[in-house]
């Protein structure tokens, strides 16, 4: 049995002990090699949406007679009761299946390759057209009775609630299931409104912050500058004993939130499969910092790529139970106030984004360590446009507070 038959069957019998886990199958059977799984995938989708529930018997009593000696010896551990599958690796199955299913691909194309049957061009097409290949499955959609559609459609709590920042929630109404886009131009704190948002949320939504700018050591010194008010230059080392008190305090706050931080470069199928996997048991809220730095297929133009990685992310929103901020660069040649034309590369930017935060500073020069900046607010479909909000930036510890 090789590896991609192996997970095949973890994943089929991790189903079978936990009838709930046929939920969050995310993966299309198309990644399954071996056809005898595959069909038993497909008829235990069938037994459960007609009885909500599957087990060895209902199988067993669905299988052609010419099987059933091939289906008990396939899963001879299951009906003995000695299967050594982990449910709870339920993710990782898939995680695992649907990696070996696109090295496979790359290797046979390399493969080809190496005996001339293709170019390297066709190499490198090929390869990228495997990357980008949807293997996830869409969530299935309800009809909704009239009164669902009205509750749908009147509910405000599918809005997104700040707690420190909580004056955002009168000034912005950004929704659950959304992008979102915060923009600055460089230096200018689109990082910093972006954590600010990312340390406030987590208190109360599970949050993904992907970190694609900053090293790790900068990404938790501004965390800490948030969340005790303390000088980033202080919490490196600390003038005072209050000073390490109150950072050690303000580790352990912000270790109690409901957070991950994932540092490093990162591709937008891999920044996929991470959210796919995370939203599964409640409303997940990602932020990436930032889009420019996101990887996508090879030899694409930056306008190219980031309008395609939009499209992928806004797809994510509308067919997974997560909602996505995108930070991105605005022009360095743009006007004094910007506007949703100076995004950098912004076509699809502009289009897909249900709010965009533009940030303005309005005193470039003045190099004050607390300064009022300006967030403008041109397109936000929940709320009002050209909404105007200012906002107190204090530089030295990243910590923001809406005024």
Known sequence: MNKSELLEKEIITSIILEN??????YIDTKCFSNTFYRRTLEEIKKIYLEHKKVNIGMLLSRVKDKEKQKFMAEFSELISGEATT????????????????????????VSKHIKEEITREELINGISKINSENLYLKKKNTKKTPEETIKIARDVERQIKFDRLYNFNTKMFIKENTINVIAARPSEGKSALALNMFCDLSKNYKCLYFNLEMTEPEIYERILGIESGIPIEDIKKPQIEF???KILESAKKFYNYNYEIINGSKSINSIKAKIIKEQREEHLIVFIDYIGYVTSKYGMSDKDRIGEITRELNNLTKDYNCTIFIVAQINRSGTDNPTMEDLKDSGELEQSADTIILINDPNKQNNDSTKEIDLLIPKCRGGKRNVFVKVKYYKESQQMEVL
Not at 99 to 105: A, L, V
């Open 20 to 25: 709930k886990l046929i939920n969050e199958l």
């Open 86 to 109: 982990i449910p709870s690796e339920f993710y990782s199955y898939q995680d695992m299946l649907e990696e070996n299913y696109r090295n496979t691909q790359i290797d046979t194309l």
């Open 243 to 245: 000073q390490d008190n």
